[in-house]
């Protein structure tokens, strides 16, 4: 079982900046962030891989940017330029260690979840 901590949120401003972190208990594979707007379906927003490739979603690309430190076990999620559209919960995500030998796929973390950091942008 691997536990994940979030941290980071708050209230901004539009065209504003907020670093998220996400302390593990533990070594992880694939870590990510998704996030969830009242009434929205929940939404992938970055993820990376132990590789160190990302992926983001379109509404974000250019202005979050996804890093981690495996020495402590931290991932982050950096963003900035918010706009009030990107008001929601931000959850992290994250798959523990792959057996040796196991191809990775696609990363999209889905194994173990924190508990959110609310982010709320004012225009």
């Known amino acids: 079982e691997v536990e994940l901590v979030e941290s980071g949120g708050g209230s901004v401003e539009a065209g504003g900046s907020l670093r998220l972190s996400c302390v593990a208990s533990t070594k992880t594979s694939c870590v990510g962030w998704f996030r969830q707007a009242p009434e929205k379906e929940r939404e992938g927003v970055a993820f990376?891989?132990?590789?160190?490739?990302?992926t983001y979603a379109d509404s974000v690309k250019g202005r979050f940017v996804i890093s981690r430190d495996d020495g402590k076990n931290t991932v982050y999620l950096q963003m900035n330029s918010l706009k009030p559209e990107d008001t929601a919960m931000y959850y992290c995500?994250?798959?523990?260690?792959?057996?040796?030998?196991?191809?990775?796929?696609?990363?999209?973390?889905?194994?173990?979840w924190g508990q959110g950091t609310q982010v709320t942008v004012s225009s």
């Open positions: 995500a994250a798959d523990p260690p792959r057996p040796p030998g196991m191809i990775a796929g696609i990363c999209r973390p889905a194994n173990y």
């Open positions: 990376m891989d132990d590789d160190g490739s990302t």
